[in-house]
């Protein structure tokens, strides 16, 4: 576990671990589930592949929450223009309007991650490399004010504030939302909850494609400034070594010879009679 610091000396979490590692039967148990099935892909309308667990917990009064975002680092080895999701599931309750320490986000038809996910990602590399052959030196902060700066700037602060869904839990209800949401999680304020922890797992439709050009890019901080968004280093390795264990820009991510055990990761829709 490790307390992870955004762009700022106040951590963002408390504790934050990646894919977590150990036996993952209890979490293919789930997945087998036709429950658990039938909901996540009738509400995609997509096959899905599982391909992380995360937990991501907060610290009352240490920790600030994130900073606006979309799933450009989640799901940083996939087409941008391709489907991936978010189940987040709360292992506390949350009081939205009491201690809060929430996720919170804004509904698509409000503003929309996409054109930050197509447009402005991919440019953030690219700026970087043109003012380095231009003699200007760059550096993290540079990186991070161009990826963190653009949905956090005060406009667009503004407007995503006034638009934002900030909603009570109780332990067993997720929010389960698409990469292209803008969201952040929400600091954990005064009052009785000390810690709030939150079990996440990603989704990528079944048929979508590894991207190496993005997974480069998201690599491209830690191998120029030794440092990413990121101390931890396998928030940007993930995308990496699943070229380093085989994978060709345009493969299938689930085929991708980095994931274990592929055919418990798959969630297929059935046909069933009852729907049409
Ligand atoms: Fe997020």
Known sequence: MHRETINSTTPAFYRVNYDLEGAKDSVFELLARRYFRHTLTDLTDNDLFFTAEQIFEVEQKADIGSTWHVGVDTFGYQVSTEFGCTLWAPLQSVNARGQRGGMTYVPQ???????????IEPAVVSTLKAKERAGIKTNTPDYVSLKRGILNSPPMVEILEAHCVEEDFEPGDVLFFNKMVVHRGVALEEGPLAKRAAYVMRFVDARSHYDLKRAQDLEYPV???RTGLFAYKPFTRQPMEMAEA???DGDLISECAYF?????????????????
């Open 109 to 119: 038809h409000v503003i929309s991650g996409e054109w930050f996910f197509e447009q």
């Open 223 to 225: 191998q120029k400034y």
């Open 246 to 248: 085989g994978a060709a």
């Open 260 to 276: 274990s055990e592929p055919d418990r990761r798959m969630l297929r829709r059935e046909r069933r009679p009852d729907r049409a």
